[in-house]
């Protein structure tokens, strides 16, 4: 019982990150249920299977909210759900030791991305609320963002969102709620991949109804987030925590000693505290020089 308290507070924690930046459910999902002792099929599986229930309020609510692009939405949908299908096969078939350094690795980049992107640049605005990006871009990131969610276990907003974000063209507003609303359709899709190539008996779907019960929980207190805290602060956190969580299980596949595993980590820590801090000071005055203008 106590374990599936945990799992919910997981999926609490993932969803509120994912609604305020559009990322981030998956990949922390994933990286803490790796940390766990999940195979790296089972845990993305898992997530998906939960992500099909949060994804679809998401996107309700963004397409309620008028937050999504439609052609943006199916543009992105159909790729992603063939890079999805294809990535949940692959990794269905691997063995888990060979999986587990491939996945803790897709993760481990995916947060140091994360942590770059709003640590050092963060996205700038834009107004367009229309996407006018063709399929020329759209299909070959669609296919590749959901191609590495599936063997990832998370990977479609680290890839998509902050692509199209750093494109600066785009309203962030409509690339989170259009992003978001074709993450539904990625989900079905990857879930079905797991099913058909592992079957329903290796499943616990105590951990899968544990992720979506604290996922649905937090999309309201998501929506609070958004006007609370800035997006910047909140990524860099995110990252960090990926980029530890996954370190460890890198140090732990290498079979690395205790004593270098505990060194590395400190070390880690030591290096990231000071970059959330300024981040927080950054943007504390970029906010301070915005109030100044306005008046």
């Given at each position: 019982?106590?374990?599936?308290?945990?799992?919910?507070?997981?999926?609490?924690?993932?969803?509120?990150?994912?609604?305020?930046?559009?990322?981030?459910?998956?990949?922390?999902?994933?990286?803490?249920?790796?940390?766990?002792?999940?195979?790296?099929?089972?845990?993305?599986?898992?997530?998906?299977?939960?992500?099909?229930?949060?994804?679809?309020?998401?996107?309700?609510?963004?397409?309620?909210?008028?937050?999504?692009?439609?052609?943006?939405?199916?543009?992105?949908?159909?790729?992603?759900?063939?890079?999805?299908?294809?990535?949940a096969t692959v990794l269905s078939r691997l063995?888990?030791?060979?999986?587990?350094?491939?996945?803790?690795?897709?993760?481990?980049?995916?947060?140091?991305?994360?942590?770059?992107?709003?640590?050092?640049?963060?996205?700038?605005?834009?107004?367009?609320?229309?996407?006018?990006?063709?399929?020329?871009?759209?299909?070959?990131?669609?296919?590749?963002g959901g191609f590495i969610d599936a063997t990832?276990?998370?990977?479609?907003?680290?890839?998509?969102?902050?692509?199209?974000?750093?494109?600066?063209?785009?309203?962030?507003?409509?690339?989170?709620?259009?992003?978001?609303?074709?993450?539904?359709?990625?989900?079905?899709?990857?879930?079905?991949?797991?099913?058909?190539?592992?079957?329903?008996?290796?499943?616990?779907?105590?951990?899968?109804?544990?992720?979506?019960?604290?996922?649905?929980?937090?999309?309201?207190?998501?929506?609070?987030?958004?006007?609370?805290?800035?997006?910047?602060?909140?990524?860099?956190?995110?990252?960090?925590?990926?980029?530890?969580?996954?370190?460890?299980?890198?140090?732990?596949?290498?079979?690395?000693?205790?004593?270098?595993?505990?060194?590395?980590?400190?070390?880690l820590v030591a290096a990231l505290l000071p970059?959330?801090?300024?981040?927080?000071?950054?943007?504390?005055?970029?906010?301070?020089?915005?109030?100044?203008?306005?008046?």
């Amino acid at each position: 019982m106590l374990a599936l308290i945990l799992l919910a507070l997981v999926g609490l924690v993932a969803q509120l990150v994912d609604g305020t930046l559009g990322m981030g459910y998956g990949v922390t999902s994933s990286s803490l249920l790796l940390a766990v002792g999940l195979s790296p099929a089972l845990a993305s599986a898992s997530v998906h299977l939960s992500q099909i229930g949060t994804t679809l309020m998401s996107g309700v609510s963004h397409l309620r909210l008028g937050n999504t692009d439609r052609a943006l939405v199916a543009r992105l949908a159909v790729p992603g759900a063939v890079g999805a299908f294809l990535g949940a096969t692959v990794l269905s078939r691997l063995a888990t030791a060979a999986a587990t350094p491939v996945t803790t690795t897709i993760l481990l980049v995916l947060g140091i991305y994360v942590l770059v992107r709003f640590a050092v640049r963060p996205p700038t605005g834009a107004t367009a609320r229309n996407s006018p990006h063709t399929s020329r871009l759209l299909t070959p990131l669609g296919l590749i963002g959901g191609f590495i969610d599936a063997t990832g276990g998370g990977g479609w907003g680290p890839v998509v969102t902050t692509t199209l974000l750093s494109r600066g063209r785009t309203a962030p507003r409509t690339i989170v709620g259009s992003v978001d609303t074709a993450e539904f359709i990625v989900s079905v899709t990857a879930s079905l991949g797991f099913l058909l190539g592992l079957g329903t008996a290796g499943i616990d779907f105590g951990v899968v109804v544990a992720l979506l019960g604290g996922g649905m929980l937090a999309a309201p207190l998501a929506a609070w987030a958004v006007s609370r805290m800035p997006g910047t602060i909140l990524g860099t956190a995110v990252g960090g925590l990926i980029v530890v969580t996954n370190t460890v299980t890198v140090l732990e596949t290498l079979g690395l000693s205790t004593t270098v595993t505990a060194w590395t980590l400190s070390a880690l820590v030591a290096a990231l505290l000071p970059l959330i801090a300024l981040t927080v000071h950054r943007t504390r005055r970029t906010n301070v020089v915005a109030e100044v203008q306005a008046a």
